[in-house]
């Protein structure tokens, strides 16, 4: 199994930014169609953006135009770069494949937007 490791949250005010890292193990990464999900409390975990092994990227309306997800597959790893953060971006962001069986869950990068 793969297993990730996400990183990069914090505290960030209305209108900033955040850059999210997961390095993901193993030697077959490169075959995944891979994305970045985030549930919120008292949410159900949602698939934001995704990235297919050729790059091509699909986001959710609400986020789409602000964040943008992307892939260096020589180090095993996923970015979301997340731009013009809104409060209602709070929540865990996780990674983890796009489509087909989903890894274990790794414990996720807290983003909190608020002034």
């Known amino acids: 199994q793969v297993q990730f490791v996400e990183s990069g949250g914090g505290l960030v005010q209305p209108g900033g930014s955040l850059r999210l890292s997961c390095a993901a193990s193993g030697s077959i990464f490169s075959l995944y169609a891979m994305g970045w999900y985030r549930q919120a409390p008292g949410k159900q975990r949602e698939l934001v953006a995704r990235?297919?092994?050729?790059?091509?990227?699909l986001y959710v309306d609400s986020v789409k135009g602000r964040f943008t997800i992307s892939r260096d597959n020589a180090k095993n790893m996923v970015y979301l770069q997340m731009d013009s953060v809104k409060p209602e971006d709070t929540a865990v962001y996780y990674c983890?494949?796009?489509?087909?069986?989903?890894?274990?869950w790794g414990q996720g990068t807290q983003v909190t937007v608020s002034s």
């Open positions: 990235i297919s092994t050729s790059g091509v990227t």
């Open positions: 983890n494949r796009a489509a087909g069986t989903i890894h274990p």
